[in-house]
């Protein structure tokens, strides 16, 4: 999950709604630019700057259009410019889906991060999973993106001690599980990074 500080201009409010196969685009954008800025010096360079937004947003516009009843798509848009990007659904454990939420994704416009677009998503994936009946809501985050745990831990979420590595490009990248029991604490705004 991409949250890293940076200074960000405020200006008219952050609306969060239901993402469309027309966002499609302008979200492989933001998560593509997000892990090429957040996981500088995470992962490998090379896998980074291999990554593109053409064809992200074209497997996304496929999986959009094929559909997953249990995954959430939100975005989040100031001045009609969309700006943020989450997605939450059913936990994973393995292949298996559990009655358990999971934040699947979350990022944010370098420009807009720490003026609250991070915060408004968080809090409606939040709201939505908790009107679900969930009683808890797990996430993932690269083990060393130290801004995005210190923007989930003031969110509520505590690492619960799961640790797993994935491979990108032969390099072993450690992840942590974070977890939120429902319902959380407001978010408030003090420090923050999303």
Same mark, same amino acid.
């Given at each position: 999950?991409? $949250?890293?500080?940076? =200074?960000?201009?405020?200006?008219?409010?952050? #609306?969060?709604?239901?993402?469309?196969?027309?966002? +499609?685009? /302008?979200?492989?954008?933001?998560?593509?630019?997000?892990?090429?800025?957040?996981?500088?010096?995470?992962?490998?360079?090379?896998?980074?700057?291999?990554?593109?937004? %053409?064809?992200?947003?074209?497997?996304?516009?496929?999986?959009?259009?094929?559909?997953?009843?249990?995954?959430?798509?939100?975005?989040?848009?100031? =001045? =009609? /410019?969309?700006?943020?990007?989450?997605?939450?659904?059913?936990? @994973?454990? =393995?292949?298996? @889906?559990?009655?358990?939420?999971?934040?699947?994704?979350?990022?944010?416009?370098?420009?807009?991060? $720490? %003026?609250?677009?991070? @915060?408004?998503?968080?809090?409606? +994936?939040?709201?939505?999973?908790?009107?679900?009946?969930?009683?808890?809501?797990?996430?993932?985050?690269?083990?060393?993106? %130290?801004?995005?745990?210190?923007?989930?831990?003031?969110?509520?979420?505590?690492?619960?001690?799961?640790?797993?590595?994935?491979? #990108?490009?032969?390099?072993? #990248?450690?992840?942590?599980?974070?977890?939120?029991?429902?319902?959380?604490?407001?978010? %408030?705004?003090?420090?923050?990074?999303?």
């Amino acid at each position: 999950m991409s $949250s890293p500080s940076g =200074g960000g201009r405020v200006s008219s409010p952050v #609306v969060v709604r239901d993402m469309t196969l027309a966002d +499609c685009h /302008r979200v492989s954008e933001i998560r593509v630019r997000g892990w090429q800025s957040a996981y500088r010096g995470l992962m490998p360079r090379t896998y980074l700057d291999a990554l593109s937004v %053409t064809r992200d947003a074209e497997r996304r516009r496929a999986r959009f259009q094929e559909g997953d009843a249990g995954v959430v798509n939100l975005v989040a848009e100031r =001045g =009609g /410019r969309v700006v943020g990007w989450a997605a939450h659904g059913p936990y @994973r454990e =393995g292949e298996l @889906r559990t009655r358990d939420a999971e934040l699947y994704a979350l990022y944010v416009d370098g420009e807009e991060r $720490s %003026t609250g677009v991070g @915060r408004a998503l968080l809090q409606e +994936c939040v709201r939505q999973v908790g009107a679900r009946g969930h009683a808890r809501m797990y996430l993932w985050v690269l083990r060393d993106n %130290t801004p995005a745990r210190r923007f989930y831990e003031r969110a509520g979420f505590h690492a619960d001690g799961t640790e797993e590595p994935f491979e #990108v490009d032969g390099v072993q #990248v450690p992840e942590v599980r974070y977890l939120g029991h429902l319902p959380l604490p407001p978010l %408030t705004a003090a420090g923050g990074s999303a």
